[in-house]
């Protein structure tokens, strides 16, 4: 079964900064699935739930100050990832009717996933170590600030503070992300008017909402975020209407965040308070410490409570893809 692609180009994914707009075309087209796709009952309740779970993680998306950029939310949107790449993984994929191209294309974008899987996992469990470090450093200056527990405390904020390393790894992992979208684009463009499988539809629905969320979960751990876009493919609306949400949400944070502190909400909390007592100890004034540790103690327990579900979501969208990728190849050999 397949389909044209020759549909309106449309923007699932753009920069959380600077959102473009859709491309003009002379006749309307409708955003809702093909009537050949809602054909084939399997591939249309793959559509269908996706659509529903991205479509109930926008309404969940209300852009408050910690909702697209709270652990809690971001937890549910890796979750929507993880559910779609699973789901994905049980439909058979008749590979005779993709092209050559098309697959080692799809074949290597499941090793970029791969690469942005490990580079996160590797940021999450840095901030862990970290945030491990600061914590015994805390404690130490709650039972005793004296000047072998002063000396601790501040290399400990230093290391935190400094944050160059996860940093080198976040940029790296936002640029594999941005060279995918771009091919997306590209792919998108020469495509047009052509016939596709549906099943080549529903990988590029998953693996663009794949990038969306990995994107905003790279923004939400570090400080830059570079221009990238995703424009077209048959899309349900929800998907620009999430994209929509977590453009609103970039501009209100980017307003009201100090250029010093990242996105992720509990990451924000930790970083100002870590901010506030690495002045105090500057000061070098000890009767101000015991004001600082509570604020600071709570930020890192909140913080101690989120990092765990990412790394988890993270391991199962890597097993997940690891899985697929290796079937994959054996359907090829096999045919």
């Not at 640029?175 to 596709?196: P, Q, T, V």
């Not at 002045?279 to 009767?287: E, I, Q, W």
Request: hydrophobic content about 40%; glycine content about 4%; some cysteine.
């Amino acid at each position: 079964m397949s389909m044209s692609i020759a549909v309106p180009s449309m923007s699932l994914l753009s920069s959380l900064v600077n959102l473009h707009s859709p491309r003009k075309h002379k006749h309307k087209r409708s955003r809702s699935m093909p009537s050949r796709l809602q054909g084939c009952p399997i591939l249309t309740s793959f559509q269908n739930q996706l659509a529903g779970e991205v479509k109930r993680l926008e309404q969940q998306a209300e852009c408050s100050s910690s909702s697209c950029f709270g652990a809690d939310w971001l937890g549910q949107a890796l979750q929507v990832v993880v559910n779609a790449n699973s789901n994905l993984s049980q439909i058979d994929i008749d590979t005779e009717g993709m092209g050559c191209k098309w697959m080692n294309q799809h074949l290597d974008d499941m090793v970029h996933l791969l690469e942005v899987c490990n580079l996160l996992r590797d940021s999450i469990s840095e901030i862990t170590k970290q945030h491990m470090c600061v914590q015994v450093a805390i404690r130490g200056l709650g039972i005793n600030p004296n000047a072998h527990a002063l000396e601790r405390a501040r290399n400990s904020l230093a290391c935190w503070l400094g944050k160059k390393e996860i940093q080198s790894r976040l940029e790296k992992c936002m640029s594999i992300l941005r060279r995918m979208a771009d091919k997306l684009n590209l792919e998108e463009k020469a495509g047009a008017g052509l016939e596709a499988p549906a099943i080549a539809i529903d990988i590029n629905h998953t693996k663009a909402i794949t990038i969306l969320v990995c994107y905003a979960l790279v923004t939400a751990l570090s400080f830059k975020t570079p221009r990238l876009k995703i424009q077209a493919l048959p899309l349900p609306r929800s998907f620009t209407s999430l994209q929509d949400k977590l453009k609103e949400a970039f501009g209100l944070k980017r307003r009201s965040s100090s250029s010093s502190s990242r996105f992720l909400h509990e990451l924000e909390e930790v970083d100002i308070a870590l901010g506030n007592l690495n002045n105090v100890l500057n000061s070098n004034s000890k009767l101000l410490i015991p004001l600082q540790l509570s604020p600071t103690t709570m930020a890192l327990h909140d913080l101690e409570m989120a990092l765990p579900s990412f790394e988890h979501k993270i391991n199962q969208l890597f097993k997940l893809l690891i899985t697929s990728r290796v079937a994959l190849l054996n359907t090829i050999s096999s045919q």
